[in-house]
């Protein structure tokens, strides 16, 4: 079942490109967090949406929010893709199980073995206020984010 504005956000732990351990609770009263699942490391779209985000960071909340980005890609993957276009936001694997926290989000495409292009925007308090899905082909709009991160500020 899809997570739905108004729901808790489901609680995961993934590791990021360098092996930490990530807990979505981390965040919890202390940033907003704006958490995206993306399909695949290094593909056209998925990379010019986290250069978006990465260069565009400071007016989607500035301190206050965290950006997580989530794949089933390899913390290994990650690790070369996050060196190469200078993302500083944890890249998380959904490796293994697979693809299992964007099941949870109700994002996964099974048939692709990937998460579509959804987005969710957290609250301090752990309740998702805005969410937005996207087919795989199809980049999202910045300015929906910040749309959505002035109406919880």
Request: net charge negative; hydrophobic share 40%; proline share 5%.
């Amino acid at each position: 079942m899809a997570i739905q504005v108004g729901d808790s956000a489901p609680d995961f732990e993934l590791k990021d490109q360098h092996g930490t351990p990530v807990k979505l609770s981390d965040f919890r009263g202390k940033k907003n967090v704006v958490l995206v699942f993306y399909p695949l490391a290094f593909s056209g779209i998925c990379t010019g949406e986290l250069c978006s985000i990465r260069d565009e960071l400071p007016t989607l909340g500035g301190d206050d929010v965290q950006v997580v980005a989530v794949s089933v890609d390899s913390v290994f993957a990650h690790r070369a893709w996050a060196e190469q276009e200078n993302y500083e936001f944890p890249l998380l694997s959904d490796f293994w199980p697979h693809g299992d926290v964007a099941k949870t989000y109700g994002i996964f495409n099974e048939e692709a073995g990937l998460a579509t292009r959804g987005t969710f925007i957290i609250d301090k308090t752990g309740v998702v206020r805005w969410k937005v899905e996207n087919a795989i082909p199809d980049a999202r709009d910045l300015d929906e984010y910040r749309k959505a991160l002035a109406a919880i500020s």
